[in-house]
Structures are given as C-alpha cells and as structure tokens.
C-alpha cells in the first residue's frame, strides 16, 4: 500500500544547485514529446539485459559502437577508462541503448519503454536517464501514485495533475541533464513494470491534457493526504500563483490511514539521527520545541536543545527522521519522560491536489474537472495541441 501513496514531494529539490533554468517560454514541439527521467544516480553498477535487436551508440558522436540481437543480463559498470558493459570496454562517458521497436530494455530488473542513457560521471559512478515518451512516462506513475482501483474520475485528475508537473519539469529544467527523478522527489515512475492495464487506460483517456495558470504551465503538486486543510506552495519555496495558495478545507480525506498519525520519538533517536546525517553530537537531547508554523498551522521549524541548539525547517526535520517515519509537518509534540509524542494529520506536504480527498469527492460524484478546480482554484483545464505553451518562471529557486 506504501507504493501508492507516494506524493511528489518537494519537486526542485530534485533540481537544487543546478541552477535556475530559464526556460520561461519554451516553446512545445508538435511532436511527441520526451522526457528524462533519472532512474539511477550514483550507483557504481547496474544491470542491463535487452530482449530483441538494439544498438548501443556513442552519446558524443551518435556512432553505433555494437550492435547485437540480444543482451543476455550483464552488468554495467563506470571504470575510470570508461564504461564496462560485462567485458567489454567503451573508452566513453556516456553510452545510449537504443533498443528497435519490438524490443525490450531490462534495467535492474525493470522494464523501461523509450531508450536508455548510460552516464559515466566524474566520481566514477554512473547517472542512468530513461528517454520515454511523455504519455509513456505517465503510465508508468500513475498507477504507482494512486491504487488503480480508485474512482476514475479521481484517477483522471490525478493523471492531468501528473502530466502539468511533468511538463512544467520538462520545459523549465531544459538545460540540465534530466527533468525528473523516478523516486519522491519527483514523481514515483516504474516504468513498464509499473504499469497497469486500468491506469493506463486514464492516461490514455486524458492524453494531452494539462493545467494551466494564466495561460502558463506550473508544478501541479499533489500529496497522499492532507489531514483537513491544504498548505500554500509558498511554505516550501517561491511559488507564489492562486492555484498552489491551498487554505483549501478538505475533510474529505477521512478515510486516509494517515489522516491522523501518532509517533513516539525517543531523545536517543533524535540524537543518533543528529549524530548520523549532521556528524555533530547534541546529546543529551533535552528538549524539542515547535519553534514557528506556517500560516495554516503545519511546522515551519522545530528547535532541537540539548549540548547545542538546533533549528531545523519542517522539511530538514521530517528528512531527519524519514519521511516515512514522520508523514507530514502538520503536527504537535507533547514530552513523555524520555520520550515526545508527535500527534500529527495527513501524508506529504499539503499542498495542491491531496489524493484521498479526490478520491472522495469522485465518489460523491464530482467530475475530474470539479475536482482540479477545487484543488487548484483558478487553473484551467486544457488540451495542448502545436501551440507554444509557457511555464511560469522559477523566480526564486535556490
Ligand atoms: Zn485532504
């Protein structure tokens, strides 16, 4: 069930440091349009088997450097010369596997439609980008997103939410080596493993259309649940738009296993998770506080006091602890002797679309439509044809 529930979380994260690209108004080709999807990063080695004819080619000069019938299973390694694809060697830094038509690409036991890019990085490890259709790309998350059983008006407004966010990365983050992770930070993509005859079906269905803002695309966030009221975009960063405002009442998400949540904290976990990911020591923990909220009551930092004081943001400390472990920042603290209570509501960052209340609200018979425009007011649902299409700017964006 956790698969399912998996949000987009905060989506630039994935995009920290490199920059603020500035792809205000790309314009949309007409064609089929492709994104990028990072499905391995920093790993020393991946498994690689395709079923069919392929060639691999030079990602530098486009020259096929083999060509071959069938790929039984090998391993890929980043080696300082190069790329080690089972024994053989390719003096190159990137490598693309481009399978024909009826072929099938197997990357650590995934199967991935599109074509592969194998990236051997300066620390000798090895950047795996997933060239896929969009719509492709989307079949592959929409199902691990959302349960396919849910109502199909729910699933079809997810699945526009999830092809807006996927756009806006895809044509606001032109300039770096791919648009998106296939993990939380991003969106959770499975590639044709992934998929499901029933979500696919909605992809299908909905194919080509999107949200829009003043005639601009922009990160259509989505989020498991949000425990009665959604959060404004802003919290998390800059985007400051009237779709991503939240403040949106949403009892509608009862039914969520995380609509209420309890954890209990020890002040030696918080300590050795302290220890663990900052290699600083603030034991004894002596006390943790709610230092400030946003304006619709989630976390915005928490103050850590023990040997030494540390402010975390909502987000550091939900990272801190995994965010598995500490479902949203919407939450209290309570001490127990040695021990705090977290009583917290919802899954993810609150803000945009939350998945079980539109799960709910298709159930009561709100239309895919009805339910975008309450999620994200003011944005309108549209089909994009051969028109140049605008994404709002990241203004802001560290
Ligand atoms: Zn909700």
Same mark, same amino acid.
């Given at each position: 069930?956790?698969?399912?529930?998996?949000?987009?979380?905060?989506?630039?994260?994935?995009?920290? %440091?490199?920059?603020?690209?500035?792809?205000?108004?790309?314009?949309?080709? &007409?064609?089929?349009?492709?994104?990028?999807?990072?499905?391995?990063?920093?790993?020393?080695?991946?498994?690689?088997?395709? +079923?069919?004819?392929?060639?691999?080619?030079?990602?530098?000069?486009?020259?096929?450097?083999?060509?071959?019938?069938?790929? *039984?299973?090998?391993?890929?390694?980043?080696?300082?010369?190069?790329?080690?694809?089972?024994?053989?060697?390719?003096?190159?830094?990137?490598?693309?596997?481009?399978?024909?038509?009826?072929?099938?690409?197997?990357?650590?036991?995934?199967?991935?439609? %599109?074509?592969?890019?194998?990236?051997?990085?300066?620390?000798?490890?090895?950047?795996?980008?997933?060239?896929?259709?969009?719509?492709?790309?989307?079949?592959?998350?929409? &199902?691990?997103?959302? *349960?396919?059983?849910?109502?199909?008006?729910?699933?079809?407004?997810?699945?526009?939410?999830?092809?807006?966010?996927?756009?806006?990365?895809?044509?606001?983050?032109?300039?770096?080596?791919?648009?998106?992770?296939?993990? /939380?930070?991003?969106?959770?993509?499975?590639?044709?493993?992934?998929?499901?005859?029933?979500?696919?079906?909605? /992809?299908?269905?909905?194919?080509? $259309?999107?949200?829009?803002?003043? %005639?601009?695309? $922009?990160?259509? $966030?989505? +989020?498991?649940?949000?425990?009665?009221?959604?959060?404004?975009?802003?919290?998390?960063?800059?985007?400051?738009?009237? *779709?991503?405002?939240?403040?949106?009442?949403?009892?509608?998400? +009862?039914?969520?296993?995380?609509?209420?949540?309890?954890?209990?904290? @020890?002040?030696?976990?918080?300590?050795?998770?302290?220890?663990?990911?900052?290699?600083?020591?603030?034991?004894?923990?002596?006390?943790?506080?709610?230092?400030?909220?946003?304006?619709?009551?989630?976390?915005?930092?928490?103050?850590?006091?023990?040997?030494?004081?540390?402010?975390?943001?909502?987000?550091?400390?939900?990272?801190?602890?995994? $965010? &598995?472990?500490?479902?949203?920042?919407?939450?209290?603290? @309570?001490?127990?002797?040695?021990?705090?209570?977290?009583?917290?509501?919802?899954?993810? +960052? %609150?803000?945009?679309?939350?998945?079980?209340?539109?799960?709910?609200?298709?159930?009561?018979?709100?239309?895919?439509?009805?339910?975008?425009?309450?999620?994200?007011?003011?944005?309108?649902?549209?089909?994009?044809?051969?028109?140049?299409?605008?994404?709002?700017?990241?203004?802001?964006?560290?």
């Amino acid at each position: 069930m956790r698969s399912f529930l998996m949000t987009v979380m905060l989506g630039w994260v994935a995009g920290a %440091g490199q920059g603020v690209a500035a792809a205000e108004s790309a314009a949309l080709p &007409s064609k089929t349009l492709w994104i990028r999807v990072a499905v391995v990063r920093n790993q020393p080695q991946v498994d690689l088997a395709i +079923h069919g004819r392929f060639r691999l080619v030079a990602s530098n000069t486009a020259d096929v450097v083999r060509e071959g019938s069938h790929l *039984p299973r090998v391993a890929v390694r980043a080696v300082p010369e190069g790329i080690l694809v089972g024994e053989e060697r390719f003096a190159l830094s990137g490598l693309r596997v481009e399978p024909t038509r009826d072929a099938t690409i197997n990357l650590n036991g995934q199967q991935l439609r %599109g074509i592969v890019e194998i990236v051997r990085q300066k620390d000798v490890s090895l950047l795996v980008i997933n060239h896929v259709a969009l719509e492709d790309y989307l079949q592959g998350v929409l &199902s691990k997103e959302a *349960p396919s059983y849910w109502p199909a008006e729910a699933l079809r407004a997810l699945a526009i939410a999830a092809r807006t966010y996927a756009l806006f990365q895809r044509l606001s983050k032109a300039s770096v080596d791919y648009d998106v992770t296939s993990d /939380v930070l991003s969106q959770v993509y499975a590639g044709k493993t992934g998929e499901k005859w029933r979500t696919n079906r909605i /992809v299908q269905e909905t194919s080509g $259309f999107i949200l829009l803002y003043q %005639g601009q695309a $922009f990160p259509a $966030f989505y +989020h498991s649940t949000c425990g009665g009221l959604t959060e404004d975009a802003q919290v998390m960063g800059s985007f400051d738009l009237a *779709p991503l405002k939240g403040s949106r009442m949403c009892p509608y998400c +009862h039914e969520s296993p995380f609509y209420r949540w309890q954890r209990r904290v @020890t002040a030696a976990d918080l300590a050795w998770a302290v220890k663990q990911q900052r290699g600083t020591s603030i034991w004894p923990v002596t006390d943790l506080e709610i230092a400030g909220r946003t304006p619709s009551g989630r976390v915005a930092q928490v103050r850590l006091r023990g040997s030494k004081v540390l402010v975390l943001s909502g987000y550091e400390f939900r990272q801190l602890l995994g $965010f &598995s472990t500490i479902r949203s920042t919407a939450f209290s603290v @309570t001490p127990e002797g040695e021990a705090f209570l977290l009583r917290g509501q919802g899954w993810g +960052h %609150g803000v945009g679309l939350c998945q079980w209340g539109a799960a709910e609200l298709a159930r009561r018979g709100l239309r895919a439509r009805e339910i975008l425009s309450f999620y994200y007011p003011q944005a309108d649902v549209v089909r994009w044809g051969d028109v140049p299409l605008r994404v709002i700017p990241r203004q802001g964006v560290p």
